[in-house]
């Protein structure tokens, strides 16, 4: 356990290792990786596939066990922290239950986590709500579109009280036209809740207009070659990204991101 | 390897099962022949046994168990008694003779695999006719789906006895049993398979102006072979059991199943059991023999 | 002469007729979905009758439908008996029994890495194995009653039935089971939540397996000994007496039998898998 200065800070990563053993010898998913996330920040990772940004957000996860350094989440090890039901993962494909209606799927955690069948409901009505979903509930998730199915999923993710959000390419499998139109929503989502975001994109403007902090990272070893603190504003309209702001730190980011390749 | 190590495990859990089992399926009929052999036997009348457990038995009578896996008619025979039977009567004994297990073996197996290959040829034929008429399709394919929930194996006495009230015996019935088991599997399958090039495949086809018959020999049947393979292996399982059941009703003297009717009048568990597991053995080349082919013209055809 | 004509104008006209259908505008529309089998099963059951006549084929050979029907009318007391022994008492019981059975095994099973990866291939391999050959041993073992059919229905259906429930229980994809690992869930909570449902497509497909393979069990452990009841039994005795006619009303009733049964678990399928793709259309 490490000590953490300020108590906002919510996720400390200190020379982060891991190493997976294949057939091809040991793969370096993660080497040497560092990394302080504040509360409230909205943290993107970015870089080729291979450079460890989905293995570390599993690492605060608690569903990859790093082989070295340290990683506290809360001030806890991230696997008290998901214990304590501290985040919700929010994953490239919607995977809702075919089984279950909208609502049932986002009641799904509620009843894991044992919360009472009044509140299950209110939390629902307010979780559609957010993501725009009202009278979709008693669909099923194969009624519904892509994007809507992405949506619920992240209502899914809303619906109890975890302070971090992680996603891992939440908006990678949908068209560019209904991927605007969802990250315009995650920040205006994030602006009324207040959470801890990490998010994992390979795309350089989603990062550019989502984050207030952008690490880039490159592949073998995993590791972290940039980290940008963005200078744009915390309101943003869509056409901030054909502000000179904009293109200046999309402009870092890709150059952080051609270094990590020359090498 | 550690597959290998997990399944040999099991293995050896079954058969230190097999063995633990024989002990109190055999001990009343081992103290029998004890008491008979002038043993001193506890509780020494038969009527007093019976109203004890078989557990208790055998802690009362600690010097039957040994016995108990080496009687003559067993009501389980312990594994190496199967075992000794199966060498017995596939290494031991020529394989013309009536008591090899290799003769019977080949009596079932030559009607399995002629009537095997006959319902194949017809599933096929049937499954292309299908695919190309919409009318046969409409027609005959419910009632081949039908036809597998319904235990079609119950015709296997009356085909027998039918075919040898006008003359036809022998290997021929017992084929013609194996032949409609294998059919209506092969049938559902290979239409399947012959359904199964998406549009996209088949719109490629007609965008370079294939024939029908180019489409069938260049993509449908390609296309189908893994789920041609997939129910020829149920097929042959079928035709097995179907030549083994045809073989019942009639007292057939050769066969796997004769050697299992005759054990079973006579009481020969080693015998019912050796047959028993000949057939396994049987089965599983047989599926294991369809699975090579598989691999091999799937992997000629780059699909594995 | 004239009943053989008849036979092959009616087949002709009867294969007309569905081609009409077939080929018509209506033909994706329920109605002529069922209809056109129907005619086809009807086309063939009275060209059987018209040529047993008509070729005065013995009736030892080949009964006519008529004849089939009226034997069956007359017997129903008999045939309903024997459907008693042989389908409840025999099939039904094992069916329940070795399915319950192998779903508690299948449990275990997943529980346990190396339990799986190593009852799994034997498992595949029983499944694959002539099973309907220990009905002796175990008519042998439990009499001639129904207990010992139920006993080979039960292993009948066992290996088939733990092969698809393991499958369908390991059928979750790593993200939906890293999801229940987010939310912190007990193996029973992801069990009954998650992985059940996701494996019921895989339970159904083994229960409909199962169906048939119950059904053949019970009467072939009938050839092997039985009371003078029962459907296996009616089979061979009629087929020793040349009775043939009853022989296929008792075929009848066993494909009668077959068919609802299957009919039924395919029905609770329906009801329990709404969501899965293949029930959707």
């Given amino acids: 356990m490490t000590e953490h200065p300020g108590a906002d800070v919510v996720i400390e990563a200190q020379n982060l290792d891991l190493t997976f053993e294949t057939n091809d010898g040991p793969v370096h998913a993660l080497k040497d990786v560092s990394l302080t996330i504040d509360k409230g920040e909205f943290v993107s990772f970015i870089g080729p596939s291979g450079c460890g940004k989905t293995t570390f957000l599993r690492c605060i996860a608690a569903l990859e066990q790093p082989t070295g350094g340290s990683l506290s989440v809360n001030g806890m090890t991230p696997d008290e922290a998901r214990r304590n039901r501290a985040y919700g993962y929010v994953f490239q494909a919607a995977g809702l239950y075919p089984w279950r209606t909208i609502a049932r799927n986002i009641k799904l955690p509620l009843e894991i986590m044992g919360y009472s069948r009044s509140e299950q409901e209110e939390r629902v009505n307010n979780v559609l709500q957010l993501v725009d979903l009202e009278g979709f509930g008693g669909k ?110 999309a402009h870092r980011v890709r150059e952080g991101l051609r270094a990590g390749h020359s090498e | 390897m550690k597959q290998v190590l997990a399944v040999l495990t099991v293995v050896a859990v079954i058969i230190a099962f097999w063995y633990a089992a024989s002990v109190p399926m055999n001990i009343r009929g081992v103290l029998v022949e004890a008491e008979r052999a002038g043993e001193v036997v506890d509780p020494p009348k038969a009527a007093d046994r019976r109203q004890i457990d078989e557990f208790e038995l055998i802690l009362d009578n600690p010097f039957a168990i040994d016995d108990t896996w080496e009687q003559e008619r067993p009501r389980l025979p312990a594994p190496h008694q199967v075992a ?141 072979m893994p789920y041609l393979f997939a129910s020829l292996k149920i097929g042959i399982a079928a035709s097995l059991v179907g030549a083994i059941v045809g073989e019942l009703p009639t007292g057939a003297v050769a066969g796997l199943g004769a050697r299992l009717l005759a054990g079973s009048y006579y009481g020969q ?23 090579l082919i598989e691999r091999a013209v799937l992997k000629r055809m780059g699909m594995a | ?75 129903t007391s008999i045939l309903w008996a024997d459907f008693v022994q042989t389908f409840v008492k025999g099939a ?22 190396f339990l799986r990866m190593g009852l799994l291939p034997v498992g595949n391999f029983v499944a694959a194995l002539p099973i309907v050959g ?60 998650l992985r059940l449902p996701a494996a019921m497509p895989f339970i159904f497909n083994g229960l409909k397996i199962s169906t048939t393979l119950a059904l053949i069990g019970a009467i072939v452990a009938e050839f092997f ?34 068919t609802l049964f299957y009919g039924a678990v395919a029905m609770i399928e329906k009801v329990v898998t709404f969501w899965h793709p293949s029930q959707r259309g």
């Fill in chain 3, 92 to 113: 039904l019981s094992g069916y329940v029994m070795g399915c319950c059975a192998a779903f508690v095994m299948a449990i275990a099973v997943d529980r346990s890495t």
């Fill in chain 2, 84 to 224: 000794e039977e199966l060498w017995d009567t596939t290494v031991e004994k020529k394989i013309t003779s009536k008591r090899s297990l290799v003769y019977h073996a080949w009596v079932t197996l030559s009607a399995t695999l002629l009537g095997f290959a006959f319902g194949t040829g017809l599933g096929i034929l049937l499954a292309v006719g299908i695919v190309h008429s919409k009318v046969m399709d409409m027609s005959v394919m419910p009632w081949a789906i039908v036809s597998q929930t319904i235990p079609i194996i119950a015709l296997a006495p009356m085909i027998i006895v039918v075919l040898y009230s006008v003359g036809v015996q022998g290997i021929i019935p017992k084929a013609v049993i194996s032949a409609y088991l294998s059919f209506f599997p092969v049938v559902v399958g290979m239409v399947k398979g012959l359904r199964s090039p998406d549009m996209m495949q088949l719109d490629l086809l007609r965008t370079y102006g294939a024939s029908k018959a180019q489409g069938f020999w260049k993509l449908r049947l390609p296309a189908s």
């Fill in chain 3, 225 to 258: 000994g039985s009371p003078t009841v029962g459907m296996g039994f009616r089979i061979s005795t009629s087929v020793g007496q040349l009775a043939l006619d009853m022989v296929w009303a008792e075929i009848v009733v066993a494909a009668l039998a077959g």
């Fill in chain 1, 140 to 249: 099923y998730p194969w009624q519904l579109s892509g994007g809507m199915q992405q949506r619920a999923s992240i209502a899914r993710a809303l619906a109890f009280d975890a302070d971090i959000l992680l996603m891992d390419e939440p908006f990678g499998a949908l068209d560019e036209i209904v991927r605007d139109h969802l990250n315009e929503q995650l920040l205006a989502l994030w602006a009324r809740t207040e959470k801890t975001i990490g998010f994992v994109t390979h795309s350089i403007p989603e990062a550019v207009y989502l984050s207030t902090k952008i690490v880039v990272m490159s592949p073998r070893p995993g590791r972290i070659t940039d980290v940008i603190d963005s200078p744009l504003p915390k309101e943003r309209p869509l056409d901030i990204r054909d502000t000179p702001e904009f293109i200046e730190v």
């Fill in chain 2, 269 to 291: 568990t080693v015998q019912i059991w050796s047959a028993l597991f000949g057939a396994a053995i049987l089965a599983a080349c047989l599926v294991g023999l369809l699975g």
């Fill in chain 3, 134 to 193: 220990t009905a002796p041993i175990l008519v042998m073992w439990f009499g001639f009653d129904w207990q010992s059919k139920a006993a080979v229905v039960v292993v009948m259906v066992f290996f088939p039935m733990l092969v698809n429930t393991v499958a369908g229980l390991r059928e979750t994809t790593a993200m939906q089971r890293d999801l229940m690992e987010t939310y912190a869930a007990s193996y029973w909570q992801s069990f009954f939540k």
């Fill in chain 3, 1 to 75: 002469m004239m009943l053989i004509l008849a036979a092959m104008l009616l087949w002709a006209f009867g294969w007309w007729l569905n081609l009409r259908l077939a080929e018509g505008s209506y033909a994706h529309t329920r109605a002529i979905q069922v209809t056109v089998p129907l005619i086809f099963g009807l086309t063939i059951l009275v060209v059987w009758e018209l040529l047993v006549r008509g070729l005065q084929v013995p009736l030892v050979i080949l009964p006519p439908p008529t004849m089939i029907a009226g034997r069956f009318a007359s017997s």
